[in-house]
């Protein structure tokens, strides 16, 4: 999670830092010397296990569903609960600096209402729209021509009039602690001092002159702690390549893509390390001869001996592939993964493959990847600046700024 690395940067600069998240990740928070408080009014995930999940974004067959999904589950159901247990925190205990994730609105509300102040902090590309910017969700390249504006000015109402459905329920919620309501449900964010984005401008499609409030801070990429380490089972003078399958830690039903992956390469001269997280059972997959199946794996030590990453492109795994030099094949399941799959694919960075292309076309991709240095290179040319943007971060020196235009008792990350 970026921000529990962005607490343990806070901490080690001698921050005291709190974070308010679900319980599931009291560990995680602890571990980086940050005070840990759950949600109690707010959904509160006690494990990482599908059947835990809030979103079961694997249940529903459309864009429109998922996102749906989320607003009602996330961003503006629970808006309130959110909103109350912060406000309770706060009250009990004042910060200098509240810093949310921008899908929060509950929390960037609350803050508005009891004049906190806050920024948000993204873990991926901006989830709201950016002028010059493609729109979210179908994976599109920057506008080159007028009919491609146009397509994406429809796509962006679409998406906006998807999100302003919930709107009533969010003005509902602003409503009850006296705030005005907003036209739009991307407004919410107007009232964030600060809009950081956690990713690399070199790999966004980013404008030429970004709006002030909004600044590139580079990927926050530490290894959970709950990565357990990790020592290859294959013998050290085994010269095949190591490709690394990662997938979400979250379930996206995509136990079905794994064994195709693992058929696929089966016959290749390859070795296969498939990281399951806590969300598949090793038992419900079947390995091949030259494939380990293992709950988890710190991808930043095994990354470094990797020849590829096949990925369902999730943004912390694409950012640290990239930034270890790897090239991908990237495989969206939804979210923004389209959107970080087509950022790949564009800088030739790797290969983009649909969930049921099936073990023909993983094979395939896999072998292409690495018989044409091209991807590798691609990749290199990306993944130096990210890494350098990783190692570089300004996020803490932004976050210390705002905080200090306003004494208080201590940084807290939520």
Known sequence: MPIITVARKLAERGHRVRVMSDACNRSEAEAVGARFIPWTRAPSRTDRTRDSDIFRDWEVDTPEEQIGRVLDRIMVGPAHAYAE????????????????????????????????????LTCNVSLFPMEGVPPLGPGLLPATNDA???????????????????????????????????AALADQHDAAHAVLLGTSRAFDFAPEQLPDRIRYV??????????????????????RPLVLVGFSTTFQGHIGVLQDIIDGAASLDVRLLVTLGSTIAPEELTPAANCQLVRSAPHNSVMKQAALVVTHGGHGTVARALS???????????????DNAVRVTARGAGIQLAAD??????????????????????????????????????????????????????????
């Not at 009250?91 to 929390?107: F, Q, R, T």
């Not at 998807?162 to 009533?168: A, G, T, W, Y």
């Not at 580079?218 to 010269?239: E, F, H, V």
């Not at 091209?374 to 993944?383: E, K, N, P, S």
């Open 218 to 239: 580079g990927p926050q990429l530490d290894d959970p702690s709950w990565a357990k380490p990790w020592t290859s089972p294959w013998a050290a003078n085994d010269a």
């Open 324 to 338: 270890h030099l790897r090239p991908m094949v990237v495989v969206p399941h939804g979210r923004d993964q389209n």
């Open 85 to 120: 247990d912060l406000i309770e925190q706060l009250k009990a205990e004042p910060a200098d600096l509240v810093v949310s994730n921008e899908m929060l609105l509950g929390v960037a509300m609350g803050c508005e209402a009891i004049g906190q102040r806050f920024v948000l």
């Open 148 to 182: 491609e504006r146009a397509l994406h000015a429809e796509i962006m109402q679409a998406n906006g009039q998807m999100f302003d459905s919930r709107l009533p329920a969010l003005n509902t919620a602003r409503a009850s602690y006296g705030l005005p309501p907003l």
């Open 357 to 414: 292309a099936g073990p023909d076309a993983f094979r395939a991709a896999i072998e292409s990847i690495l018989s044409e240095p091209a991807y590798t290179a691609a990749a290199a040319r990306l993944g130096r600046v990210m890494a350098d943007d990783a190692r570089n971060s300004p996020v803490v020196a932004e976050l210390e700024t705002i905080a200090a235009e306003m004494p208080g008792n201590g940084l807290r990350a939520a």
